[in-house]
Every structure is written in C-alpha cells, then in structure tokens.
C-alpha cells in the first residue's frame, strides 16, 4: 500500500470521525461539485460553487450556501442560515432555521412544521408553506406566494417593484393566503398582483392590493 493511499485513508476516517462525533468548526467549502453532509451529523458552514447542498435528516449545520446549485434539507435539521443564488431550497418537515432563508433566482419551499425564525426571500421563484412558520416575513418581486393551510407569518409579505427590463408583459405574482392561515403584519405590494384570501384565514393591513375572498381548499384559476 502507498504512502498515498495510507495518507487518503487515514483522511477519510478522520473526516468520518468529525462528523459522527459532532464538530461545529468542521467547515466545508467546495468547487464544482455537490456536498452532501450525512444524517444526525455536526459540521460547521458549509458551501460550494457550481453544486448541491443536501442536509439529512437530524444533522446540524452553521450554515448552508450555494451559487448555482439547490439546497435540499432533510426532517428535522437545525441550520443558523441558508442562501443560494441560483437554484431551489427546500426545507423538509420540522426543520428549524435560526436566522434567514434567501435566494435569488429559485423557489423556496417549506414543509409541514419547518420553522424559520427570520425572514424567507427571493427575487424569482416561487415561496411555498405548507403548515409552516415563518418569524420575520416574506419578500419577493416575481415569485408567487402560497401561504399554505394553517401556516403562520408574522412579520408580514411584501411584493417589491420590479425594474428589470421585459420585452412583453411581464409576470403578474399570485399570492394566495390559504385555509386556517395567519399573515400578521403588513401585506405590502409595490407592483400589481393577485391576492386571495381564504374566508378562515386572517391578515394584517393590505397595502397596494384589493383582496379576493375564497372558499374551498384553492381559489380560482
């Protein structure tokens, strides 16, 4: 056996150590190519360009980052923070982000019991809650929003003005606050939307939008 390969197994094992055993300094910073941290694991931040990031299911992470590339968390993760530029988060059932949720170009989507603490944002993509919670509210400028049966937002939404440049008419968000939902604070829209409002859910001032009352689990399309 080479010097080499003693060298590269002695590396893997320690690196199998950190993670089982739990280390919060362990960062990992990749380029070109995903990084996938395992179940119930300790790491630091972790990032990389031009790749995934997958969290499973327990684990624990400073933080997650990405350009180009989606951030996929598993039930049950505790993360300070996500970001990416381009791509999708998705954060699964009881997941608990400590700070903020942000992307630029890409949907985010959370599951029944995930919880951010901060605000959730992005430019373009849509935002999804299904039961979820959200502490410091929702902001977008071309991304429909879906406020999801019994989720809760607390800080509010806003819709942002929209100053890039459109050769045709340019998309019109749809922002539906679903049965049973709760929306506190301002619904604030710089631009023109469609809002519909279930008739069980309940909201704060609107602003910039006239509100369309439904019934059923979907309003109109």
């Known amino acids: 056996m080479t010097r080499f390969t003693v060298s590269l197994l002695l590396a893997l094992c320690l690196a199998g150590a950190a993670y089982a ?52 968390i598993e039930s049950g993760a505790t993360l300070d923070s996500v970001e ?32 951010v603490a901060g605000h959730a944002s992005n430019v373009n993509g849509g935002i999804r809650l299904d039961g979820a919670h959200i502490g410091g509210g929702l902001e977008t400028v071309s991304g429909d929003i879906t406020v999801g049966a019994n989720s809760k ?7 942002d003005e929209d100053h890039s440049w459109h050769f045709g008419n340019s998309h019109k968000p749809r922002v539906v606050i679903g049965p049973h939902a709760t929306v506190s ?31 059923g689990d979907q309003p109109p399309k």
């Open 185 to 215: 604070g301002k619904l604030v829209f710089k631009r023109e939307v469609e809002l519909y409002v279930h008739d069980s859910a309940t909201i704060g001032a609107v602003e910039g939008a006239t509100a369309t009352k439904f019934s």
């Open 84 to 115: 990416t530029v381009n791509g999708g988060l998705h954060l699964g059932e009881k997941v608990k982000i400590a700070k903020t949720v942000e992307t630029v170009n890409g949907s985010i989507t959370l599951a029944p019991g995930a919880d």
């Open 21 to 72: 055993g739990g280390n919060e300094d362990l960062d990992i910073d990749k380029v070109n190519g995903s990084v996938k941290v395992p179940e119930n694991a300790t790491v630091g931040k972790v990032s990389t360009v031009n790749g995934s990031v997958h969290i499973g299911a327990n684990a624990h992470a400073k933080s997650a980052e990405t350009v180009n590339g989606g951030i996929d």
């Open 153 to 159: 937002v607390e800080g509010g939404i806003v819709v």
